[in-house]
């Protein structure tokens, strides 16, 4: 039997087979979970429908993480279908490209807040609707960070500042739902060559570096990553939450 026999979860952030989520919703099926998928527009609904098809899922909704209307109809369905919820992985961020180079100082305020209102409100917005459908059954919530939250990695600006925010409402969403049972925890993943990663400048750069001086010399794959999001998904991690786990080949542990 596998670790998530017959539990239920539900994956934001697939994009295509490269995405960090389309990796972590192999993992979690393999151990036995039924999926359901989501897609932010009309372009990603043909990525997404067949990849989301070609593990048996029969739920695949539009949703676009800055209309309120939409995550309310994902968690509608979810109700409606399996009347509750095990997992949620939310892997979803986003800054105009135009804001992902030069200097953080110039990030215009219309920049900051979408990149916040996708990045990091989304959280906030989906926690708050998924929660009555997963409290007491051991439900767990994932979320995607980056190390540009605490250190300053060139041209990743905005975005760096927004997953200092996205910590943080982990911390905060930890203490308001773990009475009622649910557990959030972020994982800090590596440089992963993806489409939202191609928006950075200089991105090819920032995997060379990690290469060179983590100490297993090497870059990460989006299967380290699903492989801690199934640790943190599952009852083995069942006393863990308002965590940050780096899977980054420990580049954060390095001085100099
Ligand atoms: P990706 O491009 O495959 O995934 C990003 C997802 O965000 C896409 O599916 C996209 O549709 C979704 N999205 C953007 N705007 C949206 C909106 N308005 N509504 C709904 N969905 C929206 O890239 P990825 O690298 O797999 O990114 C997944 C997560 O991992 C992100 O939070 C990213 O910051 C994080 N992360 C990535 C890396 C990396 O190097 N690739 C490293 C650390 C953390």
Redesign the pocket.
């Known amino acids: 039997m596998g670790l998530l026999q017959d539990k239920k979860g539900i994956i ?5 087979e ?5 990796a972590i919703a192999k993992a979690l099926r393999r151990e036995g979970a039924h999926l359901a998928f ?4 009309k372009t ?1 609904e043909s990525r997404v429908k067949p990849l989301a098809e070609s593990m048996g899922s029969e739920i695949v909704l539009p ?4 209309v309120d209307g939409e995550i309310d109809g994902v968690f509608d369905t979810i109700k409606e279908r399996w009347g509750g919820l095990d997992i949620v992985i ?5 800054a105009e490209k135009n804001e992902l180079k030069g200097m953080f100082m110039d990030t215009s305020r219309e920049g900051f807040r979408i990149a916040m209102d ?2 990091v409100y ?1 959280l906030v917005a989906i926690t708050r609707r998924a929660l009555p459908l997963m409290e007491g059954r051991g439900s767990s919530i994932v ?5 540009g939250s605490e250190k300053v990695v060139k041209n990743y600006n905005v ?1 760096g500042v927004c ?1 200092s925010a996205l910590e943080s409402a982990v911390r905060y969403l930890a203490s308001d739902i773990g009475p009622r049972g649910v557990r959030i925890n972020a ?11 191609m928006g950075i400048s200089g ?1 090819r750069d920032i995997l060379d570096v990690v290469e060179k001086k983590s100490p297993l010399r090497r870059n990460i794959t ?1 299967e380290d990553v699903a492989s801690t999001a199934l640790y943190l998904a599952s009852s083995l991690s069942s006393g863990v939450t308002g965590e940050v786990i780096y899977v980054d080949s420990g580049y954060h542990i390095m001085g100099v």
């Open positions: 934001f952030g697939v994009a295509n490269r995405s960090i989520a389309w989501t897609y932010a527009n990603l949703c676009d993480v800055t939310h892997s979803i961020a986003f996708v990045s989304s979320t995607l960070t980056y190390y975005m997953k994982i800090s993943a590596g440089p992963v060559k993806t489409l939202a990663a991105f989006q």
